[in-house]
């Protein structure tokens, strides 16, 4: 069964930096693309990052590009999204999924984010 | 960004169908390739892949899940309504960078 537990979330402050991980079990990790996807309390879903199976490719969403690095570890199974200069917009859902061809066909729980003061 | 759009809510009655739409900005589909593919997202829950590609079944959803539609307009199809099923169901194109539509909430009559 494929598994995705998102880890690293909590209240900070605006202009802070904060890291999060998806660890992933149940497949082969370093065979797939992996996501991090985003939702704003209420609010819908934003796909923020990709990176590709071999970390040869990265894309992010114009809202978090040049703020937010995408990265994995595949020996460890954990994909990694590291946040900087974060915002009060960013607050929000953090899901990371699993990408197959052009879907994410499994999610993780997700990670809870909050930036305030 | 290729903006996708659907209506906010629709109410239905249990057993009966549902059919929630979503319309791109621009075509997602790719030769024989339509790149839209439907999420469900219970209270509480993350979201769960329903429909890829416009209409092929994801594993292990129910055959009253259908989608069909080409180009710009899609539809995901819930026939006959269960009470399982009540919860927020998006779009996804992946013509381009992932955009997702803003959800439409199916709620009882």
């Known amino acids: 069964e494929v598994q995705l537990v998102e880890s690293g979330g909590g209240l900070v402050q605006p202009g802070s930096s904060l890291k999060l991980s998806c660890v992933a079990s149940g497949f082969t990790f370093s065979s797939y693309n992996m996501h991090w996807i985003r939702q704003a309390p209420k609010k819908g879903l934003e796909w923020i990052a990709l990176i590709y199976y071999d970390s040869s490719n990265k894309y992010y969403a114009d809202s978090v590009k040049g703020r937010f690095t995408i990265s994995r570890d595949n020996s460890k199974n954990t994909l990694y999204l590291e946040m900087n200069s974060l915002r009060s917009e960013d607050t929000a859902m953090y899901y990371c999924a699993k990408g197959l061809e052009d879907v994410m066909d499994a999610w993780g729980q997700g990670a809870s984010v909050t930036v305030s003061s | 960004d290729i903006v996708l759009t659907q209506s906010p809510a629709l109410a239905v009655s249990l057993g009966q169908r549902a059919t929630i739409s979503c319309r791109a900005s621009?075509?997602?589909?790719?030769?024989?390739?339509?790149?839209m593919h439907w999420y469900q997202q219970k209270p509480g829950q993350q979201p769960k892949l329903l429909i890829y590609r416009a209409s092929n079944l994801a594993s292990g959803i129910p055959a009253r899940f259908s989608g069909s539609g080409s180009g710009t307009d899609f539809t995901l199809t819930i026939n006959p309504v269960q009470a399982d099923d009540i919860a927020t169901y998006y779009c996804q194109q992946s013509r381009e960078s992932p955009t997702f539509g803003g959800g439409t909430k199916l709620e009882l009559k």
């Open positions: 621009q075509s997602v589909s790719i030769s024989r390739y339509n790149l």
